[in-house]
């Protein structure tokens, strides 16, 4: 896959975790609450599972830069999104059989038209 491929994949998970970086570490009720509307469980679900790959890949980085910009994104998603669309198509280009095979596999669950996987490593 080229690189504008992998920023098409990364800006279309981030766009699912962007509306609840602020809460995506509470639970669903809470969430409703304090956004002040009903949110699906699923699309919900779908944001935290975004979250979680991104949380666990950054972790193993040697670097904390992914981590750094993880936890700035979800406090102000709006302003750190273009790094983090960047970040995150970096990483996938970077390595298309590990983190990559993993973003496309997350981002085909809601897709009606499904990516091929890349080949793994």
Request: proline share 7%; no cysteine; glycine share 6%.
């Amino acid at each position: 896959m080229d690189n504008k491929i992998w920023t098409q994949v990364a800006h279309e998970a981030i766009e699912r975790l962007a509306p609840y970086g602020p809460v995506i570490l509470l639970g669903l009720e809470s969430v409703r609450r304090q956004m002040g509307r009903h949110v699906e469980r699923r699309e919900f679900v779908t944001a935290k599972s975004v979250y979680a790959l991104f949380k666990a890949t950054f972790e193993r980085d040697e670097t904390p830069k992914g981590q750094q910009l993880l936890e700035q994104f979800v406090k102000e998603p709006g302003q750190h999104q273009a790094e983090m669309v960047t970040l995150v198509a970096e990483k996938a280009a970077r390595s298309p059989g590990d983190f990559g095979r993993k973003l496309v596999a997350l981002t085909n669950r809601w897709r009606e038209e499904k990516r091929p996987l890349p080949p793994a490593s």
